[in-house]
């Protein structure tokens, strides 16, 4: 099957191309969903879509074998491309709140859809070479943290079966060509927060007549630096990002409320809580000693477990990789403060997965970096408006890496 990937580059390039051109937001993928729908039929999968939302489901049957389910998010973020690639974004889309924000494929789901079409491909035109049961998710909204749950409460494993097994892998700023993985924890939890701090409106030149929310979010804003370095343990991890604040509307308008948006990241639960308890703290603190007239709300925007992998589907795929890519580009990579809804399927379907990383930077550009030790400064890292994976090698690769993991269990 491999051999015939260099024949599918050239088609595979133009739909990658494609799919960056026309990025759609989380839940409202609905060219990109049709095009994965119409081709895996093409390919004589039996598709579903509108699996939670906008989701596909493709699968195929080849005889008695394992269920394996093979999964790809499609997905784009909020942010306007600085590329300058022939094939960048030049869309827009429409936020949650209704507002208009440009979007690009600055996460690399364009990549992931398009590994799954070549996979798709050489498992539908290859059928003597396995045995078993694929499943294609192709997944809505992972950015926001909703799309397995999604897939999964409309009845992913009840209306197409339960997996023996679900494999997954993301593109990543290593060098194109490199395959890394490792066993157990491998990126952190997730939960998105909203904080809105309500003070009293006045007059920006009469402040004594106000409790400016300006100030009680910016001092929030600085105590929520110290949960933690002063909360956290040093053999503990954890992150605290501030990632939007959004207050008034001229500059001699006091407003009466702030509205702030957390990313937290964690690895254990016992963390994770005491985390969001101090953040909880902070702000209550905070709007109490600023004189609020009520409490801050704080509302959980959306909430996702770390991804695990199981040591033994670990230990077999990893395997596999090292004996197909040689170790000098299959090796065991460290842990990600990013964060996946993946591990959601394997969590809620009671099955073992494994979920690794694909690199998608020119190898001499990063390279250099390393060698200067500048990777964080000239690489460009996902959700970044500079980044982009570079096609060669990284579209083979992928392609190579989630078939041999997935003939770990298709095998005839």
């Not at 827009?92 to 494929?105: C, F, I, L, Q, R």
């Not at 964690?266 to 963390?271: L, R, S």
């Not at 997965?353 to 990063?366: A, H, I, K």
Request: some cysteine; overall charge negative.
């Amino acid at each position: 099957m491999l051999d015939d990937i260099p024949a599918l580059l050239p088609e595979l390039r133009m739909l990658y191309e494609d799919l960056h051109r026309h990025p759609e937001l989380s839940f409202a993928e609905v060219r990109t969903a049709g095009i994965m729908a119409d081709r895996l039929r093409a390919l004589g999968y039996e598709v579903t879509t509108g699996v939670g939302q906008t989701g596909v489901v493709a699968t195929l049957d080849n005889g008695d074998g394992a269920t394996v389910l093979l999964r790809g998010d499609i997905d784009a973020l909020p942010v306007k491309e600085a590329t300058g690639l022939a094939y960048a974004s030049t869309a827009v889309g429409h936020d949650s709140d209704g507002k208009e924000v440009p979007v690009a494929h600055a996460c690399g789901h364009d990549m992931h859809a398009t590994w799954l079409i070549g996979v798709a491909t050489l498992l539908a035109t290859h059928k003597d070479a396995w045995r078993g049961r694929v499943i294609l998710a192709v997944q809505p909204a992972e950015e926001i943290g909703g799309g397995a749950t999604a897939m999964i409460d409309d009845g992913l494993f009840e209306r197409f079966g339960t997996p023996d097994v679900a494999l997954g892998q993301h593109v990543a700023p290593a060098p194109a060509g490199w395959v890394l993985f490792r066993p157990g924890a491998v990126m952190t939890a997730s939960d998105a927060l909203k904080i809105v701090m309500h003070g009293r409106g006045a007059h920006g030149s009469t402040p004594e007549q106000s409790v400016d929310p300006v100030v009680m979010a910016a001092a929030t804003v600085m105590k929520l630096q110290t949960v933690v370095a002063r909360n956290i343990a040093a053999t503990e991890s954890a992150v605290v990002t501030v990632g939007t604040l959004h207050v008034g509307t001229k500059e001699n308008i006091i407003s009466d409320h702030a509205e702030l948006t957390l990313s937290v990241r964690t690895f254990e639960p016992a963390v994770r809580d005491k985390v969001l308890a101090a953040i909880s703290r902070i702000a209550h603190g905070e709007a109490h000693s600023c004189g609020a007239p009520q409490p801050p709300d704080i509302t959980t925007l959306y909430s996702f477990p770390a991804v695990t992998n199981d040591a033994d589907t670990t230990h077999t795929v990893g395997a596999a990789f090292v004996e197909h890519f040689g170790p000098e580009r299959a090796m065991e990579g460290p842990v990600a403060t990013a964060s996946e809804d993946f591990g959601l399927f394997g969590a809620r379907g009671g099955f073992p997965s494994m979920f690794w990383f694909v690199g998608g930077t020119d190898p001499e550009l990063w390279q250099k970096a390393f060698a200067a030790n500048r990777v964080n400064e000239d690489i460009p890292f996902n959700h970044s408006a500079q980044y982009a994976p570079v096609q060669d090698p990284t579209i083979s690769t992928g392609i190579e890496a989630m078939l041999v993991a997935a003939m770990c269990w298709l095998k005839p």
